[in-house]
T-cell receptor
Framework: TQLLEQSPQFLSIQEGENLTVYCNSS?????LQWYRQEPGEGPVLLVT?????EVKKLKRLTFQFGDARKDSSLHITAAQTGDTGLYLC??????????FGTGTRLTIIP | GAVVSQHPSWVICKSGTSVKIECRSL??????MFWYRQFPKQSLMLMAT?????????EQGVEKDKFLINHASLTLSTLTVTSAHPEDSSFYIC??????????????FGPGTRLTVL
């Protein structure tokens, strides 16, 4: 069973600060998605990364796929209250099975 | 963008009854649909993968006779929780993918169904 660990599990910071969330596995994955989920709703796709070392930017969000394809990070610059939510990574380990990470619950304090 | 709906959005039922949850892809045909379960403050756990016209593939530990999945068309999959008990109370989320088993499939998630069993 492939495990996808996210850290930190919980994060609470002031509006305007920067933060980084990590997604790690001991196994190589062929692609990885990042989602944000708000309470009572389904996850919303933020980005898909497929190439080792790939960096993608989405406004204040920067996503990085590790060179070894075993880790990924999400960096948020100048966090806003609207960034509050549960951030989930999801990986494909090449066996057509998608696995969700353990999740990072982010709270931005006004 | 691709839209996936779920119905109902919430349901409360008595212990021992069965509950059916529908998942529909509104503007695309989904050969594969996934059903997830999410407990409060936790991540999503895959329950089963459903391919149109064939039997669902259940994850280890998920009782197929308890959670009946039917994927009768390219736009509809249903999850029936049979003889529901309070421990089945959870947030159930479906997703739909465009192609069968591709490693670069994009999943489109429904808004979820909150089931409360009294």
């Amino acid at each position: 069973t492939q495990l996808l660990e996210q850290s930190p599990q919980f994060l609470s910071i002031q509006e305007g600060e920067n933060l980084t969330v990590y997604c790690n596995s001991s196994s190589v994955f062929s692609s990885l998605q990042w989602y944000r989920q708000e309470p009572g709703e389904g996850p919303v796709l933020l980005v898909t990364v497929v190439t080792g070392g790939e960096v993608k930017k989405l406004k204040r969000l920067t996503f990085q796929f590790g060179d070894a394809r075993k880790d990924s990070s999400l960096h948020i610059t100048a966090a806003q209250t609207g960034d509050t939510g549960l951030y989930l990574c999801e990986a494909n380990f090449g066996n057509e099975k998608l696995t969700f990470g353990t999740g990072t619950r982010l709270t931005i304090i006004p | 963008g691709a839209v996936v709906s779920q119905h109902p959005s919430w349901v409360i039922c008595k212990s021992g009854t069965s509950v059916k949850i529908e998942c529909r892809s509104l503007d695309f045909q989904a050969t594969t649909m996934f059903w997830y379960r999410q407990f409060p403050k936790q991540s999503l756990m895959l329950m089963a993968t459903s391919n149109e016209g064939s039997k669902a593939t259940y994850e280890q530990g998920v009782e197929k006779d308890k959670f009946l999945i039917n994927h009768a068309s390219l736009t509809l999959s249903t999850l029936t929780v049979t003889s529901a008990h309070p421990e089945d109370s959870s947030f159930y989320i479906c997703s739909a993918a465009l192609r069968r088993g591709s490693s670069t499939d994009t999943q489109y998630f429904g808004p979820g169904t909150r089931l409360t069993v009294l």
